[in-house]
Nanobody, 125 residues
Framework: QLQLVESGGGLVQPGGSLRLSCVAS????????MGWFRQAPGKEREGVSC????????NYAASVKGRFTISRDNAKNTVYLQMNSLKSEDTAVYYC??????????????????WGQGTQVVVSS
């Protein structure tokens, strides 16, 4: 069974940091670009960042560039999102997604085939 499981969300104060993880099971991430998305209450899901299958290319939405860092460890079948300098507007459910190709289309994977269940991030004082 193909599955993506996110973890690492929680409550953090503005200016704080969190590191999200996404572990895949049932398939290998070696040949897939991976992405992080988020959905805030009352808003549509939006792309946050994408990393190519090799990890050699990363892209970010303008709203998180310079604050978030995406990385991957293919040996562990895991993708990470390091989030620093968090703001209240970063509050959302964060989802990871596996693309069908090795490269990204901007800051989202192409031909997304699998989604995780999401992890909640709340930035509040």
């Amino acid at each position: 069974q193909l599955q993506l499981v996110e973890s690492g969300g929680g409550l953090v104060q503005p200016g704080g940091s969190l590191r999200l993880s996404c572990v895949a099971s049932g398939f290998t991430l070696d040949y897939r670009a991976m992405g992080w998305f988020r959905q805030a209450p009352g808003k549509e899901r939006e792309g946050v960042s994408c990393i190519s299958s090799s990890g050699g290319s990363t892209n970010y939405a303008a709203s998180v560039k310079g604050r978030f860092t995406i990385s991957r460890d293919n040996a562990k079948n895991t993708v990470y999102l390091q989030m620093n300098s968090l703001k209240s507007e970063d509050t959302a459910v964060y989802y990871c997604a596996a693309g069908g190709y090795s490269s990204c289309l901007g800051y989202v994977p192409r031909d997304i085939g699998s989604w995780g269940q999401g992890t909640q991030v709340v930035v509040s004082s």
